[in-house]
C-alpha cells in the first residue's frame, strides 16, 4: 500500500493536488484489477464444484450456483472496496511534506 504513495509522488511532480489523485486513480485501477482477477478464478471453482455436486445430487440443486456466484462477487467487491479504502486513507495527504 505505502508503494502507491511512492509512485503517486513521482507523478504527480510536486503538486498536491495531483498527489492526491494520483494516488486515486492507482488505488481504484489496482483494487479493479485485483477484483477482475479473483472473480476470474472464482468463476472455474464454482463451475467444477457445480459440476461434481450436479453429479451426485439431484438436478434441482443446480440452478442455484450462479445465486451464489453472485454472492462471492459481493463479498469480493466489499473486501476489495475496504482495501481500496485503507490504501487511500494511508495515502492522501492533506498538507505538504517539508523536507
Known amino acids: 500500500m505505502l508503494r502507491i ?3 503517486a509522488s513521482k507523478m504527480s511532480k510536486g503538486s498536491l493536488l495531483n498527489y492526491n489523485l494520483c494516488v486515486i486513480l492507482i488505488s481504484c ?5 485485483m477484483f477482475f482477477v479473483c472473480g476470474l478464478s472464482l468463476l472455474p ?11 451426485l445430487k439431484p438436478a434441482g440443486v443446480y440452478a442455484g450456483w450462479v445465486h451464489i456466484f453472485n454472492i462471492c462477487l459481493v463479498v469480493l467487491g466489499l473486501v476489495v472496496g475496504v482495501f481500496n ?6 495515502n492522501i495527504q492533506l ?5
Not at 29 to 33: E, G, Q
Not at 85 to 90: G, L, M, P, T
Open 5 to 7: 504513495g511512492v509512485a
Open 29 to 33: 485501477i489496482f483494487s479493479l484489477f
Open 45 to 55: 471453482i464454482v463451475f467444477l464444484i457445480s459440476l461434481i455436486l450436479h453429479a
Open 85 to 90: 479504502i485503507v490504501a487511500i486513507s494511508k
Open 95 to 99: 498538507t505538504k511534506n517539508k523536507i
